[in-house]
């Protein structure tokens, strides 16, 4: 694999992979990667966009809505039109006109200031069925707040300040099958509540002891749950070291998950990551559904690092199939220790492992040893092999970054910010307002033959129908390498992506068509179960290499 062909500087960035390779083995006591063994290609987009991306969404018009928090004092951005936030409840700066948030418009690569009124510290979020991020909670005077942000041309926040009924901060969102929004605990909630409500009378908070019984009484070790809709219709919640699977509708718990083994945390603030794997074999009875969970910080991290003493993070990934009866843990051991990975599904199926530190914590100062090597999980592969170390970025992105899949089959990456305010002099890890693509090695021009292009239109879909796609390859086809997938874009904050979902559509008579042109039929997901309505990104995937997705709208 070569690296000259699509860079401006290619022996400088050629120079410089193998620099930065090198460094970063030496901390990860990894044997230097080469450049050729590595994969993907970084590429800086913004010096800045201003703000830090503590919160990401990708929307169907491919615009990017970013967020951090109100009450980190100034952003390296004005808000236009010479506005400001004159909101006497604000905990920093009473008359701020600086943003924080801001739209990213994929294609244009350009970025516009957004307006939030109420402090969006450590939410939570999720897309509706008609593609409107809801994003819920916060603090101060955003803590019961609900925000909506519909994409269209010069929109902005729209605030409900009283839409929760409880203060929720560092709780994690869902999508329904019927399209509410489930929003699960928060530091010191031990319940949950839905949005929209019933009606204007609906009051209703529901008690989730789990959250109580993971609650360490030092270190609150079970916020940002791992919560996953399961394909029979119960919620998987992770929380600390262990498992349930919930029924929402009648708060009953229809199975406890074994502890994962060794016992230690992996949720905020020992912040790992975890996904539900692809969901594949749709159509068949017994349909299995899997989630890996990767990194996080042995118990005990958060309070050796108030006194100086940054151990090394959790080098392990458990992986349970949680539709089994009996289940059990299988344990993996990454490249290296691992704490605020994000982990991105792509749309092949495999996970990229992203962001974070080797030692340390999440929380203010907590990290140290970036790593900035990305791992790519190979969930098809064998047990015990299914790493590959990835060709590493050159900037740190510890507390406070984030990472989300794009249209394109990139990865944007943002944000980091270990400290209370902007900080760019004289710390370790300056807030970071750079914004990168990760490349994984799918998009090297070398596999530009092989790729699909899809010759379609976005597209409205219904479950269980019929889809036929007509897609384009140079290369010889290789018919029985032709999957179809689909993936729900994630709200990405505190390095959980909720929401995140893959689909793989099992494709039939694929189809010549003309000259290197094709035609493949799948079946839509058959229920809201296994696909809750909305906006999906759809991509034809061939010997691993995924076309650019087209969005579709399931409902
Ligand atoms: C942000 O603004 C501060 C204060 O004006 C400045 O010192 C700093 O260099 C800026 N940082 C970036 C990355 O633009
Ligand atoms: C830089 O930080 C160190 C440790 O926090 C402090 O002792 C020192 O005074 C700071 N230097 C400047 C120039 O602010
Ligand atoms: C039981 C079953 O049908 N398993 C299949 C699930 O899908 C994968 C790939 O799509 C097949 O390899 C399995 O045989």
Same mark, same amino acid.
């Given at each position: 694999m070569t690296y000259t062909t699509h860079f401006q500087l290619p022996f400088l960035h050629y120079f410089l992979v193998i620099l930065f390779t090198a460094a970063t083995a030496t901390f990860l006591q990894l044997p230097p990667v080469e450049a050729a063994d590595g994969g993907g290609e970084w590429q800086l987009l913004q010096k800045s966009i201003g703000i830090v991306a503590m919160h990401m969404q990708l929307l169907h018009n491919d615009h990017v809505v970013i967020f951090d928090r109100t009450n980190f004092g100034l952003s390296n951005l004005s808000l236009p039109n010479a506005r400001c936030r004159r909101n006497p409840r604000e905990m920093v700066v009473k008359n701020d006109c600086t943003a924080h948030s801001v739209e990213y418009d994929v294609a244009a690569n350009s970025y516009r200031a957004l307006f939030v009124e109420?402090?969006?510290?450590?939410?939570?979020?999720?897309?509706?069925?008609?593609?409107?991020l809801v994003q819920t909670g916060g603090f101060n005077d955003g803590e019961r707040a609900v925000r909506t942000f519909t994409p269209c041309p010069n929109c902005d926040w729209r605030e409900n300040e009283n839409g929760l009924l409880?203060?929720?901060?560092y709780a994690t969102n869902h999508i329904l099958p019927d399209g509410r929004l489930i929003i699960i605990g928060g530091t010191s909630q031990f319940n949950y509540e839905f949005y929209p409500k019933k009606d204007a009378m609906d009051s209703n908070t529901y008690t989730l002891p789990f959250l109580q019984q993971t609650n360490d009484p030092l270190v609150e070790n079970n916020l940002y749950p791992f919560v996953f809709l399961n394909v029979d219709g119960n919620l998987f919640i992770f929380a600390n070291n262990r498992a349930i699977l919930f029924n929402y509708q009648k708060s009953t718990i229809e199975r406890t998950y074994p502890t994962i083994p060794g016992g230690e945390p992996r949720s905020y603030p020992s912040t790992g990551s975890a996904v539900l794997l692809p969901l594949r074999n749709l159509s068949k009875p017994n349909l299995e559904a899997e989630v890996l969970v990767c990194g996080g910080a042995p118990r005990g991290s958060f309070e050796k690092a108030k006194t100086g003493n940054f151990i090394p993070a959790l080098n392990t990934c458990g992986r349970i199939t949680i539709t089994d009866s009996n289940p059990k843990w299988e344990m993996e051991t990454m490249p290296s220790g691992r704490v605020m990975n994000d982990m991105v599904i792509l749309p092949n199926g495999n996970v990229l492992l992203i962001n974070g530190a080797a030692l340390g914590t999440a929380g203010w100062e907590f990290g140290r040893e970036p790593v900035l090597n990305p791992f790519l999980y190979k969930t098809y592969g064998r047990a015990g092999s299914r790493f590959e170390v990835q060709n590493p970025s050159n900037i740190p992105r510890v507390y406070h970054s984030t990472a989300i899949l794009l249209r394109d089959g990139r990865v944007l990456v943002a944000g980091s910010n270990p400290h209370g305010g902007y900080s760019f002099n004289n710390v370790t890890f300056p807030t970071e307002l750079r914004l990168e693509a990760f490349s994984p090695s799918y998009l090297d021009p070398s596999f530009e033959d092989v790729r699909p292009k899809i010759i379609a239109p976005a597209l409205q879909v219904k479950y269980g129908q019929k889809l036929t796609l007509r897609f384009g390859v140079t290369a010889a086809l290789v018919r029985n390498s032709v999957a179809v997938t689909m993936v729900a874009p994630p709200f990405n904050t505190h390095s959980f992506s909720m929401n995140q979902r893959l689909l793989?559509?099992?494709?039939?008579?694929?189809?010549?068509? =003309?000259?290197?042109?094709?035609? #493949?039929?799948?079946?839509?997901?058959? %229920?809201?179960?296994?696909?809750?309505? =909305?906006?999906?990104?759809?991509? #034809?995937?061939?010997?691993?290499?995924? %076309?650019?997705g087209i969005w579709v709208q399931i409902l």
């Open positions: 109420t402090d969006t510290w450590c939410s939570s979020g999720a897309v509706t069925p008609d593609g409107t409880v203060r929720r901060w793989v559509l099992e494709p039939s008579d694929v189809r010549d068509v =003309g000259k290197l042109s094709y035609e #493949v039929d799948v079946t839509m997901p058959g %229920s809201a179960v296994l696909a809750p309505p =909305g906006f999906y990104l759809l991509f #034809v995937v061939h010997q691993e290499v995924p %076309s650019h």
